[in-house]
């Protein structure tokens, strides 16, 4: 049976490209990028042509972008690395979202246990915020302002631009959480007022295990891995070469299409929500339809438990999530669905399906297919389900 993978927020396939672009540098140019030696200069100058494609794709200046392990501790460095900094000035407030990833929120909580208050922003029940909240919780204590870009589970697209020129006036530093928007939207730090942004290269068709934070010239955090020299003294540890070569390779392309990847997904996504909506009784669509991530589609079916769906969809070939892959293990309801207002037992019940260029109008032809039938067959066996 043919596998389609629909999975893509969770992870994506290395591509081709950047699967050729790393060989080289796990097999013949494998040197420290630390040695001095000639294979070390060889590993130095690809990592510096990675930087300036991962800065060129954002919009920023090599030196402000630094290699990290992925998404998560991007997003941990920039907010314990700046409040850490700015608690000695007395700031000891932090704005987040009631909906952010994990990788945010827990750094949130481990904060607030040393001292820090968080103010979670409530989202509304189509899955944004609004830059006038922003404002209005902004105190004179505020040590940061970290707003995702775009949502994990949900897709919805923050107005981070907005939020951005809030902060830049009224003097707050801002992280975005873009892990999930690098790719699939157009980045631009300086337009943006963007001083701090975290993003996963395997989102993208680069390897699991590398990423980066941009960091805004002039903004000193506390470091989070404190090692040897690289990154400028800033991130210490071996440099994952090969990984950065991928991520490199893996940015640039996604940015050459951008658009034409956005205009061919966004198609194949609406005729999908179009067509379930339409098709299966007492379907909805989680997280409103515009600004949306082309490649997010996100519902619940009441009277449908999440878990039976998966397993259904799994074996007739279709590689789907219900929510996040990170929460997949907990029998929690996705705290996002919670964050937009769904009660528990809908929550409990969703369908993720995210798309990457690698999918095709087959794939949706097929999920329309057999979804309808799985629905019907999982309510016929549902204690709570009523026609
Ligand atoms: N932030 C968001 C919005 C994500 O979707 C993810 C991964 O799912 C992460 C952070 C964590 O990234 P990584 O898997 O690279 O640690």
Known sequence: MKQRYVDNAATTRVSDRVFNAMVPFLKETYGNASSIHAAGRAAALAVMEARRQVAQALNADPQEIFFTSGGTESDNWAIKGVCARLLKKGKKHIITTAFEHHAVLHS???LEKS??????LPVSPDGYVTAQQ???????????????????????????????????????????DAVQAIGNVKIDVNADCIDLLSLSGHKLHAPKGIGALYIRKGIVLQNLMDGGAQERGRRGGTENVPGIVGLGQAISDAAAQIEEKAE????????????????????????????RLCMNANFSFEGIEGEGLLLKLDMAGVCASSGSACTSGSLDPSH???????????AHGSLRITLS????????????????GIVAQLRMMSPVWQE
């Open 115 to 120: 001292g820090f208050e968080v103010t979670y």
């Open 357 to 372: 260029e690698e999918n095709t109008e087959d794939d949706i032809d097929y999920i329309l297919e057999v979804l309808p």
């Open 264 to 291: 061919r997904l966004s198609k194949m996504r609406d005729r999908l929500i179009d067509t379930v909506l339409a098709e299966i009784p007492k379907a909805r669509l989680n997280g409103g339809r515009k600004p």
């Open 336 to 346: 996002v669905l919670t964050a937009i207002g769904l009660p528990h037992e809908i």
């Open 108 to 110: 949130c909580e481990t």
């Open 134 to 176: 922003v404002a209005d919780a902004i105190r004179e204590d505020t040590a940061l302002v970290t707003v995702m870009y775009a949502n994990n589970e949900i897709g919805t697209i923050q107005p981070i631009a907005e939020i951005g020129r809030i902060c830049r006036e009224k003097g707050v530093l801002f992280h975005t």
